[in-house]
């Protein structure tokens, strides 16, 4: 049974219709990618699916539905989520906003995922009583990565991992991801660096004006220009907001 099953999710804003009938499936030791430009819905899918958006369909965790039910529940199924744009504490140090991601368990295991995240993440233990107002992009987003995984989630939710890291910074965050999925857990990330996407993942969703218009491996879907050039009609991904950046 796959960890996380999404049927028929759509997602309104007024009269626009952000997300228009998504499915897709990620399972253990997973990871799955929604790619496309800028506005094609990645992030209204990943946020609906938190319970962060309103939305119709089906949304199921561990083999329990749970559109309709607050985000609180969905984190207590065991899905942890790193929102757009990292939204740590920037007041707080490393170890707090650490302990912040793991309030639903038991405070007898803070220790023992303390030590996880920071062999994932040493940077951090080496951070850990500065301000994440004090980190660089790159280290605030291994922070967000790492808050979430204080629950040790079943499901992780990566929404638009990349944005504005530098091209080392993204190679080795997402190759985190991929160790993520490796020792268990089933990743869905959503993401315009094809590139990046391509390198670790298992299943690639392309996402345009809010619809899943193709699905495969990263090798039956081609190079990332590839991709661009034949779902979205340009000559680069880079033009498309696709490029491995």
């Known amino acids: ?94 170890r707090e906003n650490l302990l912040l991601g793991g309030y639903c368990i ?43 995984l204080m629950s040790d989630p079943a499901v992780l939710i990566c929404d638009e991992p990349s944005m504005g890291l530098a091209p080392a910074v993204s190679k080795t965050l997402f190759a985190t991801l991929r160790t993520i999925a490796d020792r268990g857990a089933a990743v869905l990330l959503g993401d315009q660096n094809a590139g990046r996407v391509f390198a670790v993942a298992d299943e690639v969703c392309v996402m345009r004006l809010g619809s899943i218009i193709a699905r495969g491996t990263p090798r039956s879907l081609g190079s990332p220009d590839e991709l661009a050039s034949h779902y979205f009609g340009t000559d680069s991904g880079s033009s498309a907001g696709l490029a491995d950046t």
Not at 113 to 134: K, N, T
Request: aromatic content about 4%.
């Open 106 to 148: 038991d405070s007898k295991l803070h220790t023992k995922r303390l030590d996880v995240i920071c062999e994932l993440f040493p940077v951090l233990g080496r951070r850990f009583e500065q301000h994440a107002s004090s980190l660089s992009g790159g280290e605030q987003q291994m922070l967000a990565v790492g808050r979430a």
């Open 1 to 94: 049974m796959s960890d996380l099953i999404v049927r028929d999710l759509s997602v309104h804003y007024g009269g626009i219709r952000a997300v228009r009938g998504v499915n897709l499936e990620a399972r253990k030791g997973q990871v799955v990618a929604i790619v496309g430009p800028n506005g094609a819905g990645k992030s209204s899918t990943a946020r609906a699916i938190m319970g962060l958006e309103p939305a119709t369909g089906a949304v199921s965790i561990s083999g329990r539905e749970v559109l309709g039910h607050p985000t609180s529940m969905r984190a207590s199924l065991g899905v942890g989520f790193v929102p757009e744009g990292r939204g740590v504490f920037g007041p707080l140090s490393v």
